[in-house]
């Protein structure tokens, strides 16, 4: 009998191990709980603004009036970048919605239907609006800075720019410059873009979220230049001026891992894992300094990679290609990934992970378009140059 | 103008987004005509829609939640549609909501249970909840081990396996232990000597009781061990090759005849626990073939035991009596020994068979 008792005890432990396994098996379902005290706050949302609620009152009753729309739209896209909360623009396309499969809205419901349409990776027809927004409004330099930076992740230089140019009759010289430096550095002229930025902004005095974007700007420069010190620099100054700037906080954590200070980027980023580019940065620094963190981190990752799968979403592809090739260790996917991604966009920073990716797998015919791509272009990258080497 | 072309430059220059898009979850679990499952809603999506932050002070308190429930309800109640075969409605009950914390936020779960006239055996869900506040909503339907994602108003579609229900799955284990020839010679060898017990000699038992307790160990070590390993490695805890798993359990049944001939080991229900062991790992093997539902991965094993469990009870209750009733004939001598042999033989060419072929 005294094995059956331990045959019962073995069945009790089987199953409480398999109760702890199976919720990662299964992604079972969270417990529910009641809160026991009726103030306890359950969530939080944008304080309640009168003005929006009233417009919105007056939209539902005339559904007509396009610039109440547009009025609530662009304050849910600003929403979403304050928040960094993607939702707000699904409420923004909803608040379009009347006017959002028009082939010819007016045109600033084309602006913002351009601007989400961007912000969901959907670059070719963002690209349509804003063609026919500029046709419209030529002088219109929202629109003209936006089809720059659609133009340029779809490797569409010269119509980048021709809204360069045109932007360039409308705003101050240091934002002509910093639109158009990335071009020039892009067409294999790095050095003379980075001075002439430099020389841009040291004859400013633009407001901080323009130096902040010029000193981003400047970094990626120098980066190309192979200076990553410099880059540095110009990114501390950019976290400086605005500490939540999430696209310098990610491009100084890639200068300190390029670095090989892989601790440092873990300390960088801490406390800034909600969002998504800084906490796949995260995940590789703890992962290639053995971290405490580390497997924590690569299983956050790992569940935002499969709830954005699970709605269908394919807009991390750049983040989850750089996840999987670093701390996943599987070359062949990432570079299915990469590719995938370089179909979508081509910065230079998706050129070099398609580039890491081939050389880790061990297949750089696989890069053939990267390689054609430079050549095209006359880039020099001093990154994509070591990874290649 | 230009301040405002600016911020959207930044917000282009790189998407950084520190919460996911607006998704609601529904999972379903079907049994026949009976439907449960829950609803979970962003609370900060239910907001939008329905007005929960009575005091506008951006803070969303469980009081609040609670007087809008019959608002909540009524909007679910208005949006979401579960009909069975043939478009036929199948009304739509809530219950009582909590709280849960997914990965971003505080959602309303929101219990739902739905009655069709007849067991379907396809679904439709119309979900029409929020798309009209937000245009990247969706709705994720979870049901049979599938994820359907609602984009818009409508209908999606799900075809239910047999699979679905637990009292399916308690099929599935009836239905496997009863087809599976291996496990039932197993336990057969290991009962057939029941009824012929040492005393000092080989003799016949005298006692029925003293005959069912020694089945009834016999059972038990078996069932507990197959559960052990069925339960792991169900879970993926321990996954083992599936030519070494059949080959062993073929083994086994050798094992267990050739006892009978040899009677080596008097203490069989350490036999039947040690070799049980074995079979957990097929029994497994069969469950994860069927597709295993994730979400209700523990009701399937459940439901599966059990029915893995009855089937070898059934198999039992009408053994014993026959065996108990014939134990001083020859016929029994003839089953025990002949049978045990034919056993052992068939059982071999498995094993050979399973390994090498």
């Not at chain 2, 069975?84 to 309303?108: K, M, N, T």
Request: net charge negative; hydrophobic share 50%.
């Amino acid at each position: 009998m005294r094995v059956f008792a331990l045959g019962a005890v073995g069945l009790a432990g089987a199953l409480t191990i398999a109760s702890f396994a199976a919720p990662n098996r299964a992604a079972a379902a969270a417990k529910t709980y009641v809160p026991r005290d009726a103030s306890a706050v359950v969530a939080r949302v944008p304080a309640r603004d009168p003005r929006e609620v009233a417009e919105r009152a007056a939209l539902s009753a005339s559904p007509d009036r396009v610039e109440l729309a547009v009025e609530l739209a662009h304050a849910d896209i600003q929403r979403a970048r304050s928040l960094q909360d993607p939702r707000y623009l699904g409420r923004a396309q909803a608040t379009l919605g009347r006017w959002w499969k028009l082939a010819e809205p007016p045109p600033d419901v084309l602006l913002l239907r351009a601007t989400i349409e961007q912000s969901l990776h959907d670059f070719g027809a963002a690209r349509t609006d804003l063609d026919h927004l500029i046709a419209l409004r030529p002088d219109d330099a929202q629109a003209q800075l936006t089809r720059a930076v659609v133009a340029t992740v779809t490797a569409d230089y010269p119509a980048a720019r021709a809204s360069c140019a045109a932007i360039a009759r409308t705003t101050p010289p240091v934002v002509a410059a910093a639109c158009q430096a990335p071009l020039d550095a892009l067409a294999g002229h790095a050095d003379e873009a980075y001075r002439s930025l430099a020389a841009a902004l040291a004859g400013s005095r633009p407001d901080p979220a323009v130096r902040g974007w010029a000193l981003s700007t400047l970094a990626e420069l120098a980066i190309q230049r192979g200076d990553e010190a410099t880059a540095a620099d110009h990114l501390n100054e950019a976290l400086e001026l605005d500490p939540d700037d999430a696209y310098a906080r990610a491009a100084l954590a890639d200068v300190m891992l390029e670095r090989g200070d892989a601790p440092g980027v873990s300390a960088l980023l801490a406390g800034y894992e909600q969002i998504d580019n800084l906490l796949v940065r995260r995940a590789i620094a703890e992962h290639r300094a053995h971290g405490p963190e580390a497997a924590a981190l690569a299983q956050r990752m790992h569940e935002r990679i499969a709830a954005a799968a699970e709605r269908g979403d394919r807009v991390h592809m750049r983040e989850e290609a750089m996840f999987v090739l670093a701390v996943d260790g599987d070359a062949r996917r990432a570079l299915a990934l990469a590719l995938a991604n370089w179909n979508v966009q081509k910065e230079l920073a998706d050129a070099r992970l398609l580039a890491a990716a081939a050389v880790a797998a061990g297949d750089r015919g696989a890069a053939a378009p990267v390689v054609e791509w430079a050549a095209r272009t006359g880039v020099h990258d001093a990154r994509l140059e070591r990874i290649w080497k | 103008m230009i301040k405002r072309a600016l911020i959207l430059i930044a917000a282009l220059a790189g998407p950084a987004w520190a919460h996911k898009p607006s998704d609601a979850h529904l999972a379903l679990a079907v049994d026949g005509d009976r439907i449960t499952g829950r609803l979970d809603i962003a609370v900060r999506d239910l907001d939008a829609a329905v007005g929960l932050d009575a005091d506008g002070d951006g803070s969303i308190t469980w009081r609040e939640l609670q007087e809008a429930a019959p608002r909540i309800a009524m909007y679910v109640q208005d949006r979401l549609a579960i009909a069975g075969d043939g478009d036929a409605s199948c009304p739509l009950e809530l219950g009582d909501a909590s709280l849960v914390d997914l990965s971003d936020g505080a959602y309303w779960a929101l219990p739902v249970s739905v009655r069709c006239a007849a067991a379907p055996h396809q679904l439709a869900v119309t979900y029409r909840l929020l798309f009209d506040i937000d245009a990247q909503h969706r709705g994720l339907v979870h049901v049979a081990g599938q994820t359907l994602i609602v984009r818009d108003a409508q209908p999606v579609h799900a075809t239910l396996g047999e699979s679905t229900s637990i009292a399916s799955f308690v099929r599935y284990g009836v239905w496997h232990i009863w087809m599976g020839l291996d496990h039932i010679l197993f336990l057969v060898c290991l009962i057939l000597p029941a009824v012929f017990q040492r005393r000092g000699k080989w003799a016949a038992a005298d006692s029925l009781k003293d005959v069912t307790r020694e089945v009834f160990e016999i059972v038990t070590a078996f069932t507990l061990a197959h559960s052990i390993t069925l339960v792991i490695s169900a879970v993926g805890l321990v996954q083992l090759p599936s030519r070494f798993v059949e080959t062993a359990i073929a083994l086994s049944v050798v094992a267990a005849a050739v006892n009978n001939l040899t009677r080596s080991i008097d203490a069989r229900w350490a036999v039947a626990f040690a070799l049980g062991l074995l079979h957990g790992f097929g029994f497994s093997a069969v469950l994860i073939d069927l597709g295993l539902p994730s979400r209700e991965l523990i009701g399937a094993l459940l439901g599966f035991n059990v029915g893995v469990e009855l089937g070898q009870a059934a198999i039992v209750l009408s053994l014993l009596p026959v065996l108990y009733a014939i134990r001083r004939t020859l016929a029994y001598q003839t089953l025990l020994w002949a049978g045990s042999g034919v056993v052992a033989f068939i059982a071999a060419i498995w094993s050979y068979q399973r390994c090498f072929i």
